[in-house]
């Protein structure tokens, strides 16, 4: 079998590990990889390794939420850690003012849905925290390839409150209702010596 085949055959088993549907897998390869197939031969290793990278981040942030099952408990199971492809290929470019807007975007449309006790700088930096699978970090000290984690974390948070809300009839009780107005939440940063521990 040859290397491409392989790394395919580990991109579909974590893929069918987060549950990741079509869509959200496509736009996870053409916004991290330029590409709309694994088997395109423009999917170059770094763009295969920022694609591993954001659904890892999917697959660990839907079976925290109990979503999906646990692949560590999975008998036979290729997937071994938690964080083996975030913590890869380090990337040494910062975020920059794009991904913070982009951030901030997502960030207020997931509080439209989140009750008042989450819209913080304590759930906002957990979320950071499980996405880049560190606890030392904050918003701008975060590397290019971290926001995308960031943002494809909260996109996926967005989701999964939608469809609660959408399976409810309303929304978590303290959120506002689909269509209300609310102010600008602005995205906390967080210093290593201010950032959540881990309970």
């Known amino acids: 079998m040859n290397p491409r085949s392989r790394q395919n055959i580990v991109l579909q088993t974590y893929r069918r590990a987060a549950g990741l549907e079509d869509a959200g ?6 916004e991290n990889a330029g590409v709309n197939s694994s088997k395109s031969p423009d999917l170059t290793q770094s763009g295969y390794d920022l694609v591993m ?5 999917v697959l660990w942030q839907r079976v925290d ?7 560590l408990k999975t008998p036979g199971s290729i997937i071994r850690s938690r964080n083996y492809w975030r913590r890869r290929n ?18 207020n449309d997931l509080c ?14 957990a979320i950071v925290r499980k996405a880049v699978a560190r606890s030392d970090v904050g918003v701008s000290a975060l590397s290019s390839s971290d926001a995308r984690l960031v943002v494809e974390a909260l996109k996926d948070r967005l989701r999964h ?8 009839g309303e ?12 102010d600008p939440v602005v ?3 967080f210093t290593p010596q201010t950032a959540p521990k881990k309970s």
């Open 171 to 182: 929304h978590s009780p303290g959120a506002t209702a689909e269509g209300d107005m609310l």
């Open 187 to 189: 995205v906390p940063d």
């Open 53 to 57: 990278s954001a659904i890892e981040t």
């Open 90 to 107: 380090p990337d040494p470019a910062r975020i920059n003012s794009r991904q913070i807007y982009k951030i901030e975007q997502v960030w």
């Open 112 to 125: 439209r849905f989140l009750p008042v006790e989450k819209r913080n700088a304590g759930y906002f930096a």
């Open 25 to 30: 897998y496509r736009r996870i390869l053409r």
């Open 65 to 71: 939420l109990g979503e999906v099952p646990d692949p």
């Open 161 to 168: 409150a939608v469809r609660n809300a959408n399976t409810q």
